[in-house]
Nanobody, 124 residues
């Protein structure tokens, strides 16, 4: 089992920044990558970004490239999502999953464990 706890969400004005954190504990040695997904009210969950624990290889959704940065602190088993230039369209619950798959990094089905989510609200 892997436990994931997200934090750092909140209310911010458009153009502002937030940094989300996700601390992993438990059987983290089985984990190959960490990701961030989000789900807005009435919409399907969508991929935001992912990073591998080893090598730090990253992949971003087109709509966040250049604004968001994913990173890890391997010593703390923690992944971060630095979000800059936030837009009202970024309003959603952000989830941090982990998974052992080396393929389909943007597919939520390849992640085995999910956190409880943290709310991000961007006001105009």
């Amino acid at each position: 089992q892997v436990q994931l706890v997200e934090s750092g969400g909140g209310l911010v004005l458009a153009g502002g920044s937030l940094r989300l954190s996700c601390a992993a504990s438990g059987r983290t040695f089985d984990s190959y990558r960490m990701g961030w997904f989000r789900q807005a009210p009435g919409k399907e969950r969508e991929f935001v970004a992912t990073i591998t624990w080893r090598g730090g290889f990253t992949l971003y959704a087109d709509f966040v490239r250049g604004r968001f940065t994913i990173s890890t602190d391997n010593a703390k088993n923690t992944v971060y999502l630095q979000m800059n230039s936030l837009k009202p369209a970024d309003t959603a619950v952000y989830y941090c999953p982990t998974g052992g798959s080396t393929s389909l990094p943007a597919d939520g089905a390849t992640y085995g464990y999910w956190g409880q989510g943290t709310q991000v609200t961007v006001s105009s």
